[in-house]
């Protein structure tokens, strides 16, 4: 299946179902009045994340959307049928965005989100609604209202735990095979990764979802290269395992082209807790290990795990590092999840 992770569509919601003017005509009835019925309300445009999906690749081949109109109204006092919505379903992570201003309108981050962006039209009045002790016989009935129109575009963020960031060939989709079942395309060539991968790691009796991105060049964030678009995958994360290639002469200009391209993405991925790993290291002697790992030290600021995704070298201390950083950020957010949801019980009308 094609990875796509980003969609723009255009949506509109159901028109109103006009009003119905008629009257009682029936035998022995001498003044039988006004009967029409209301017209029934249009559908709505509504927007579920569902479970199943990874990828908007249903909106690649289809990006008009539209409710069903409401039905008019008819005599003997029946209302029109309400309009059938229109339902689309997205993967969990899916930002909704307007097309025109880029401001998020909604963020479905679990199975279950809806959200309702337009509103059917209402339906129209029959003529039995203006009855009146002075209007015995109204023959107004009012159309139905319209529905509303709007393009908006659909981005998907992964939802995962920890990312891998890294120059290209930089050995993260071997480290993500050495540490899940996820089986991305290896080769001895840069830019092997072209999509987004997830793997879930299995470590010290948990478990964590891994997300590998495309690599990142210098000037990433100006377009160069495949550019910094899949780095919102990992703006949901706890934290970053980046990996640097060990084999390279320079380790330390290595670090620093990928810092400077999260620094200038923004998205606080900079920010981010970073676990750093000297790849390759089966590759390597221990002078040369230990050279560069105190060179990486350096430059980081933080301890440097050496690690091999070949011969599986340093993956436990890297994996049991990063899932303490999963549980101190799992931990934060359930505790911002139950402040909300604290104060919005406090808040609420009690009589």
């Not at 003529?127 to 009012?142: E, G, L, V």
């Amino acid at each position: 299946m094609k990875f796509l992770d980003e969609a723009r569509i255009y949506i509109r919601s159901g028109d109103g179902g006009a009003g119905c003017a008629s009257f009682r005509r029936e035998k022995y009835v001498e003044f039988g009045g006004p009967d029409g019925g209301d017209g029934g309300r249009g559908g709505d445009v509504v927007v579920t994340a569902v479970d199943g999906l990874n990828t908007l690749i249903d909106f690649r081949y289809r990006q008009h959307f539209k409710a069903r109109n409401g039905r008019p109204g008819m005599g003997r006092q029946r209302t029109g049928a309400g309009g059938a919505s229109a339902v689309l379903k997205v993967p969990v992570g899916t930002e909704i965005l307007d097309d025109e201003t880029d401001e998020i309108i909604a963020d479905l981050t679990a199975v279950g989100d809806e959200v309702v962006l337009l509103r059917g039209g209402a339906g129209g009045y029959g003529n039995t609604h203006f009855k009146s002790s002075t209007n015995r016989a109204p023959r107004r009935a009012d159309p139905g209202q319209p529905g509303q129109e709007m393009r908006i575009r659909l981005r998907l963020k992964l939802i995962a735990d920890a990312g891998l960031v890294g120059l290209p060939n930089a050995g993260k989709s071997t480290f993500l095979a050495a540490t899940s079942r996820a089986r991305p395309k290896i080769a001895d060539y840069p830019f092997t990764t072209l999509h987004p991968q997830l793997g879930v790691v299995y470590a010290e009796d948990e478990e964590f979802v891994l997300a590998d991105i495309p690599g990142l060049i210098e000037g990433a964030h100006e377009g160069h290269g495949l550019g910094d678009r899949f780095l919102g995958h990992i703006e949901r994360c706890g934290a970053l395992l980046h990996l640097v290639d060990g084999t390279q002469d320079d380790v330390a200009g290595a670090y620093r082209t990928v810092r400077r391209e999260l620094e200038a993405y923004g998205g606080g991925l900079a920010d981010k807790p970073e676990i750093v790993g000297l790849n390759k290291c089966d590759a390597l002697d221990e002078a040369v290990i230990a050279e560069r790992s105190g060179v990486l030290a350096a430059i980081a600021g933080t301890p440097v795990h050496a690690v091999s995704g070949v011969s599986k070298r340093g993956v436990d201390e890297v994996l049991s590092a990063l899932l303490a950083e999963i549980r101190r950020a799992r931990a934060e957010r359930r505790a911002r999840e139950d402040a909300v949801a604290g104060h919005s019980k406090d808040t609420q009308w009690s009589p």
